[in-house]
Structures are given as C-alpha cells and as structure tokens.
C-alpha cells in the first residue's frame, strides 16, 4: 500500500498508508481525529526551480512521447518572440543578437568533413 500526505487544519501534514482505490478518500489526523483531506507535496528543488528552467523540463518531458509540430509561420513568430525577449532583456547594441557567420565546413559525398580555408590543418569544434 502508498504512503499519502493528508493535512490536519490543526496538526499539519502527516501521511498514512492507504490502498490505491482510497488514494482520494480522506483520513483521520492520528493526533485529533478529525477528517483531513489528502495534499500533494512538490519536492522543494522543483517548488523553488525558476520559472524558464521548468517549463524547459515539461517540455522535454512531453516531447519524450510525443515530438512538438509547428507550421514555418509559428517557427518564425517563436524566433521573433526570442528575439523580442532578447532585445528587452540586453537592449538592441548587446552585439549578442548579431547575424550568426556560416560555416566554412563542408561535407564530401563520402560523409568526411573538408575544411575550404587557408588552414586545413585546424579543426572546428
């Protein structure tokens, strides 16, 4: 049988083995007896986590099962709305939010890496 947090108005929180059919029955509080409704408990790393970092980790969790799909039109206003937050969080001159340079690497057929520059003998990371 489970272990379940219930919640005393007068004692507090205090748990007692329930069967999982009765997982959303009340309990009596050992200390008063009185009927003490179930609680869930969040671990506090995940009650204090910042706002960004668990919304990152429901979204790797949901994409686990099954993988997010979002047209060409929404990729680009989630791009803008990046770059909105960006330009509010660093201002417009931060140089962060610069063009990105390509890549001189290239790929032959075989799959092997080319390096078309004036050093082939350096190595990208």
């Known amino acids: 049988m489970p272990l379940y947090d219930y919640k005393c108005p007068e004692h507090g929180v205090f748990q007692e083995l329930a069967s999982m059919e009765h ?26 986590m910042i706002k960004e970092r668990r919304e990152a980790m429901e979204a790797n969790e ?10 060409a039109g929404e990729f680009h206003a989630r791009e803008k709305e990046k770059q909105e937050r960006h330009a509010h969080k660093h201002g ?34």
């Open 23 to 48: 997982h959303d029955k009340p309990a009596f509080c050992p200390q008063c007896q009185t009927m003490s409704a179930r609680v869930i408990v969040l671990p506090p790393e995940i009650a204090s």
């Open 62 to 71: 949901k994409a686990s099962h099954s993988p997010e799909v979002m047209t």
């Open 92 to 125: 417009s001159n931060c140089g962060c939010n610069a063009k990105k340079r390509r890549s001189n690497l290239m790929y032959t057929a075989e799959g092997n890496k080319m390096f078309p520059s004036m050093r082939p003998w350096m190595i990208s990371h």
